[in-house]
């Protein structure tokens, strides 16, 4: 993918000293202190930074979209010639939208359920260009061709909840490209995405803003994203900007310490396996800002100065300033490094144990029920025919784009949704049909941690009542070991594996951040002591410090408690990091199966080599030819005949339309479902 280039354009938007504050009872609390900004035609300013730094509020105050509780206190934010803060209401309605534009970060919140997508992109249309009728609806057929969108026509009439998520998020970018803004903002815009949609979202907007010469300011927390984005970086911290730079001087040679602990917190290949660099703390909340550097209770390089006197810009290159009391020399030392491990030191090798998880042959099919009788009619073939085994101590990882079974897959495991057929034994013993007990008994052996643990902690106990419920149901030995078990001191040291103190304990869920929150998912899952957790996607909604910080955790556990994880994710660079093994789905099948340095190093089927050329590298150095896949996933209730993945498949032969390829075993570990391969046995 080609970098972006440096913009020529004139100059967009222009933000001097722009303050925005919450009300909080009777004081304001100040969410973005005092911030400057620019943004060139054609440019893309990438403001980085962890949540609660006043990314997304400083997006909202441009667009005068703040909630209630938000006001913008001080500041000038000067757009096509005019003060956007000195606008009146009536002003200000025609720039957003025709002269800004912004794309959310969830489109699955911020589209109208209950009208169709041409309906809400008649409403833009209508108000910005005074079109309607055939022409809007010609106008908006045009939007939908130009974002990518198959069938289009048929999407129009279609309403937000029949799109998949990738379609949703085109549909918002149509909506803000109707109006033809000049500036657009894009607050996450792929956060929620696979890495093949996401692929495919950051093309389209690199395509669009060149044809459109639109400045753009993107707002992310992805490294990965920013390079191949972005032309200038903004790292925002606790309101403020501290560091800015251009794209290839950030890269090489970060300067702020927050920013060189960013870098340093991202999972690498040099320490595969290790412990990642974490940054200590938390973004102070709004209500207890420091004094002076507001990184300095955090920092490894603070003085006292630091603590005392908030640092100015300094220069420290063209176009590249830092705010920080460092000297130049301590400033440039770049990655400490110190507390990483050797890498590969925990992912060596080990020798074959026997299988503590065995999955043979699982199905779940859905039933599809019609008419008023609700007859079946037919199957959703969510998972169809997996096999896997897993052993004590260590990690497979489950990848592959949204839709494609995994999440099923840990389900039917833990028996949280039924089988259709095959089998799932532990400690050697059979789940599923059995009597009650026995499947209570073997239930305390197996865990999961979910994606959201906000949606999956009750908001209406105390962690220590959360984790106490978990000991007191799975409890072995009945009522009286049960309440044993449940006492304040045991909660006390769960709590203390996974790093928080005991006082937690009496604290409720909201009390907490997210990385704190998965935190206590964590011990809510070791309280039972499980010999297997399945991790359903649990870092995906963090930030890369707080992603640092529990990948350190699980590892740690693992190394000590021997337990054995079934880690289902989308990102690449977790598993590269935390896997021993990687399975890869596609439409609830395994595809492709081997140690993680045959499948990441050496991938051999088609699929597997497209998810790879799709994952954003954070390197500028790293280049790879972007392997783009036609179309979606087909429904799993009507897969195609022959191999799943054909329709999308490059390489595909008549073969691979009429029968599904069988194993190709390319090593003692390596197994590909390819008719590229000879079928195992006959590569001799």
């Excluded at 803000?176 to 995405?193: C, H, K, M, V």
């Excluded at 207890?288 to 603070?302: L, T, V, Y």
């Excluded at 195609?640 to 090593?667: I, K, N, T, V, W």
Aim: aromatic share 4%.
């Amino acid at each position: 993918m080609s970098a972006p280039q440096s913009p020529r354009g004139e100059e967009l938007l222009a933000v001097r000293q722009l303050r925005v504050a919450f009300a909080h009872g009777r004081s304001l609390l100040p969410a973005v202190d005092g911030i400057d900004l620019r943004l060139a035609a054609g440019e893309t300013l990438a403001l980085l930074g962890e949540s609660g730094c006043g990314k997304s509020a400083t997006a909202l105050a441009l667009l005068r979209l703040l909630p209630a509780a938000g006001r913008i206190v001080a500041g000038e934010v000067r757009f096509g010639g005019r003060d956007l803060l000195r606008l009146p209401e009536s002003e200000m309605r025609a720039v957003r939208g025709g002269g800004m534009a912004m794309i959310f970060q969830e489109p699955a919140t911020s589209l109208n359920p209950v009208l169709t997508v041409g309906r809400q992109l008649a409403e833009v249309l209508a108000r910005h260009r005074a079109l309607s009728g055939a022409a809007a609806q010609a106008t908006a057929l045009d939007l939908l061709l130009a974002v990518g969108i198959a069938d289009a026509p048929r999407r129009l009439v279609e309403y937000p909840f029949q799109l998949s998520g990738g379609m949703k998020q085109r549909v918002m970018i149509a909506m803000a490209l109707a109006g033809e803004p000049r500036l657009l903002i894009a607050d996450e815009p792929t956060t929620a995405l696979d890495v093949t949609i996401q692929a495919q979202i950051l093309e389209l907007l690199r395509r669009l803003q060149a044809e459109r010469a639109m400045g753009m300011l993107l707002i992310t927390h992805d490294l990965g994203v920013v390079a191949q984005m972005a032309t200038r970086v903004g790292v925002m911290y606790a309101g403020e900007i501290v560091e800015e730079a251009p794209r290839g001087a950030f890269f090489s040679a970060p300067r702020h310490p927050y920013t060189q602990k960013l870098f340093a917190a991202l999972p690498d290949l040099a320490r595969r396996g290790g412990q990642l660099q974490t940054i200590p703390g938390q973004v102070p909340p709004l209500s207890a800002m420091p004094a002076g550097c507001r990184f300095a209770a955090r920092c490894a390089h603070a003085w006292e100065l630091c603590r005392q006197q908030s640092p100015q810009w300094r220069q420290v290159a063209v176009d590249h300033r830092v705010r920080c009391h460092l000297e130049d020399g301590l400033a440039s030392r770049g990655l400490d490094g110190g507390g990483v491990a050797a890498a590969g030191e925990a992912l060596a090798v080990v020798a074959a144990a026997p299988a503590l998880l065995a999955v043979d042959d699982l199905r779940v099919h859905f039933p599809i029920r019609r008419g008023i009788l609700q007859r079946t009619v037919g199957h959703v073939r969510a998972v169809d025919g997996v096999s896997l085994a897993l052993a004590r101590g260590r990690t497979l990882a489950l990848v592959g784009e949204s839709g494609c079974g995994k999440t099923t897959v840990g389900k039917a495991i833990l028996q949280l949704l039924p089988a259709s057929g095959g089998s799932v034994r532990l400690l050697g013993e059979q789940l599923g049909g059995a009597a009650s007990s026995p499947r209570r008994a073997l239930r305390r052996h197996m865990q999961m941690i979910f994606q959201d643990p906000f949606a999956s902690l009750n908001p209406r106990l105390s962690v220590g009542e959360i984790i106490a419920e978990g000991m007191r149901a799975l409890a072995a030995g009945g009522p009286a070991a049960g309440r044993r078990a449940t006492n304040a001191a045991a909660i006390a040291a769960v709590l203390q594996q996974v790093g928080l103190p005991a006082e937690a304990a009496g604290r409720y869920p909201h009390e907490f951040s997210g990385g704190q929150r998965q935190r206590i998912a964590i011990a809510r899952a070791l309280a039972v002591q499980p010999d297997l957790v399945i991790c359903d996607e649990p870092t995906s909604a963090l930030d890369v410090s707080v992603q640092a910080q529990i990948l350190n955790l699980l590892a740690t556990l693992q190394g000590e408690l021997g337990l054995a994880y079934l880690f289902i994710t989308h990102n690449f660079a977790v598993v590269d990091h935390l896997a021993h093994e990687v399975a890869v789905m596609y439409l609830g099948r395994i595809v492709e199966h081997g140690r993680v340095d045959e499948v990441l190093r050496s991938p051999r089927h088609p699929y597997t080599r497209a998810l790879l050329s799709a994952v954003p590298s954070p390197r500028l150095d790293v280049a790879s030819e972007y392997i783009r896949l036609p179309g979606e996933i087909p429904s799993p209730a009507a897969p195609p005949a022959g191999c799943h993945f054909h329709p999308r498949c490059r390489q595909a032969s008549e073969l691979c339309r009429q029968d599904y390829p069988p194993p190709s075993r390319l090593s003692a570990t390596h197994v590909v479902h390819c008719h590229l391969y000879p079928p195992a046995g006959e590569a001799d």
